[in-house]
């Protein structure tokens, strides 16, 4: 599974170009991209990193890139990773807790790449979907997310980089992503939610017979 990941997350640097703001995403599969595109700047590319995450942050200083703030910069391309993928490209993020600033950064994104292994692609979701939420009253959030037929678990020993928790939910099926994603960021407390909808632009799966790409037809 390693060498998938690591050739969706090469393949996808293919689409960075000299003088690009490029959108760091966080997790196991982004940090092959990370380090390849340091070899690119190694070997004088030119671009500026935006990282979505502390964990991020480091990788890419340590691999030498550039990196600027989000700010009010508007980013070419973002190579990110992701937990699930749908058959509408909509996904599930925040396995890896930083889905507040990989939102953020997909959303100011002229093209958002995901990068997975092809055991992430499905046809309904099922992995836990993690929600951000502050600390305080976090029990009275979770009440509220099994009123909605969720079952959330805390995340144990689990800060965000925003100082917040991680609700991981159960559910028995996500029939409409779009509304789902709008209820849950209108509970009260709720900081952000893992569903990424209409953000992906292309997806780059590593598949045992090599590299299938997914646009979006948006
Ligand atoms: C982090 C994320 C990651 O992109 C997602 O969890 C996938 O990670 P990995 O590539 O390690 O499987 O959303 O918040």
């Known amino acids: 599974m390693e060498e998938l990941k690591k050739a969706a997350a090469h393949h996808a640097t ?26 690119m700047v190694k070997d004088g590319l030119h671009i500026k990193g935006i990282a979505t995450s502390r964990e991020t942050e480091k990788l890419a200083n340590e691999a030498g890139i550039p990196l600027v703030p989000l700010n009010e910069h508007d980013i070419d391309v973002t190579i990110d990773g992701a937990d699930q993928v749908d058959g509408k490209l909509n996904l599930i993020k925040g396995g890896g807790g930083a889905l507040l600033r990989e939102k953020m950064v997909a959303s100011c994104s002229m093209k958002e790449i995901i990068v997975v292994d092809e055991s992430k692609i499905v046809s309904s979701f099922s992995f836990p979907l993690p929600v951000e939420v502050v600390k305080f009253g976090w029990e009275s959030v979770a009440k509220k997310l099994r009123a909605f037929g969720f079952t959330p678990k805390l995340r144990e020993g689990f800060i965000t980089d925003n100082g917040n928790y991680i609700l991981d939910c159960k559910y028995t099926s996500i029939e409409n992503a779009e509304e789902m994603e709008t209820m849950l960021n209108s509970i009260p407390g709720v900081v952000e939610n893992g569903l990424f909808v209409k953000l992906a632009d292309v997806v780059v799966v590593g598949t045992k017979g090599g590299i299938k790409i997914i646009k979006s037809n948006l």
Do not use: F, R
């Open 14 to 39: 293919s689409y960075v170009k000299d003088g690009m703001i490029v959108g760091l995403g966080t997790g196991s599969t982004t940090k092959y991209a990370i380090e390849k595109i340091g070899e």
